[in-house]
């Protein structure tokens, strides 16, 4: 995707399921709200929340049939005869949901909330004004969308719509099912008001399986059920029409030899409110001058799209595509997170530190070499585009040093850089100065010879007279020993700093690490 997305919450409403979806996890309970005094509230039936204990139910105050009751203006009274708004029933129980769908981590600050497509201004209001009261959404407002628009969005992202031609929209709930025909070519432009019709919905199928069940029970002798057992035979005979959705037997437990719904017997229940559904859905096309060759697609969604007779019968009936998801109960839910995703970011972009996340390309340096860390928490000043430098020679420090016992000839360095030769180059230096200075003193002050007397050739051989000074001595340094090759000692032309001496030509100096008395 070009634009970046973050966490986003999407949460649909209906009046027997609640959904909620997040990125990696999606939830469905039951609008039933469990009130408690000293913890927050609790949404769904008991067998939903498994990880709450049965007896914290017990002590909570349980409140239903509160979902279609939004906007009504009247108030829901609860079992201890207290009363409570409907909206605000409905704003607590999302709450409890993004908590459920969330594990208990924080809640994405981008939320969304279907609500049915056929409810009024007044009870879509009150819902966002109920929202608006929860401390965590009163910052960051929840998005309230039809569910017709969320349903639209999610499929055109997977599996896809037609973009030309009208579209019925069917949304098979438990209390009704809604029908909204759109134009696909004037980007999904509704095409009149929506249609509830509450002839087919979940809870008629619900009744239809119990009076067939209980119908096959008196057939067989068994004694007729009481009040609370017929509760618990529809609660049985909901969860079987469910499970009959992908099987072909559901068990009825806690009947003596076992009771059995099979899904033939399922498709007989829908035979009848399914006719009665494509009767009113032709009828809804030709107020609206769509002939049924018209429709490009219809679209199936809710918990009535999952059972497969309703999507064939479509399909048949009308000759068209029948668009629909894997989930069709969790289809609000997605589009509604899809709507507010792009402009959910996680954590807000920061310019990074210069060393941990430069914004510009920079030479890559060598495998020794490691970026300092900073430890001013990304204070320091924004980094400035730098020129691309030629690739520089960085050396490990260890190369740095002059290999110890290194000759002053070896490749690499040269001899003025490296520390021990320099102090021995110098000692030898000092030597040989020393020594020149003192013969020419030493000279300087014997006395004239006589004239009478001719002078020494200059082939003659060295004065045995000649004696160094005992007062002079090379300096016993230990490292003489250590003195390089001949070769490299540098050459002193002859200067001012080393004046001839004609009349009394000295012996040329030898080497300076000889002693006194050497030839």
Known sequence: MAQETGPALGMSVGATTLAAVTADRAVTRRPVLTLFRDRPSQIGMPSENSAVSGSLHDRGLVVTDFVDRVGGGGPVVASDGSTHRAEQLLADGLHALAYAVTEGQPIPPAVAVTHPAHWSRDAVAALRTALGRVAEWAQHPVTLIPDTTAVLAALQANPGLPDQGVIAVCDFGGSGTNVTLVDAGREFAPLGATRRITTFAGDVIDQALLDHVVADL?????????????????????????????????ELAGFHG?????????????????????????????????????????????????????????????????????????????????????????????????????????????????????????????????????????????????????????????????????????????TLLGT????????????APDSTVPPVPVTSTPSPTYEP?????????????????ESVVPEFPEGPENPEIPEHPAPEPTEPTGGPGSP
């Open 218 to 250: 008196g057939g067989n002798g068994e004694d007729s059920p009481t009040v609370g057992s017929l509760n618990r035979l529809r609660n049985q005979c909901r969860d079987a029409k469910e499970q009959l959705s992908a099987e072909t037997v559901a």
């Open 258 to 430: 076992g009771a059995w719904l099979t899904r033939v017997e399922l498709d007989e229940a829908l035979r009848q409110p399914l006719d009665g559904f494509f009767t009113v859905l032709e009828q809804i096309l030709a107020d609206n001058d769509v002939r049924p060759d018209g429709l490009s697609a219809i679209v199936s969604v809710g918990g009535g799209a999952n059972m497969p007779t309703v999507t064939t019968g479509l399909s048949q009936r009308f000759g068209v595509a029948v668009v629909s998801s894997p989930r069709p109960q969790l289809t609000a839910a997605i589009g509604a997170a899809l709507s507010v995703a792009g402009s959910a970011v996680a954590v807000p972009k920061q310019a990074p530190p210069p060393s941990e996340s430069p914004q510009f390309p920079v030479p890559e340096p060598p495998p020794e070499f490691s970026p300092p860390q900073t430890g001013n928490g990304g204070t320091e000043p924004a980094p400035q585009p730098l020129v691309t430098p030629p690739d520089p020679v960085i050396a490990p420090p260890a190369k740095a040093v002059v290999p110890e016992r290194e000759p002053l000839g070896g490749g690499g360095v040269p001899w003025y850089r490296r520390p021990i030769p320099v102090v021995i180059l110098a000692a030898v230096v000092a």
């Open 436 to 447: 020149v200075a003192v013969l020419v003193l030493r000279n300087a002050a014997e006395p």
């Open 469 to 485: 000074p005992p007062a002079f001595a090379p300096s016993p340094e230990p490292v003489l020993p250590m003195l390089p090759d």
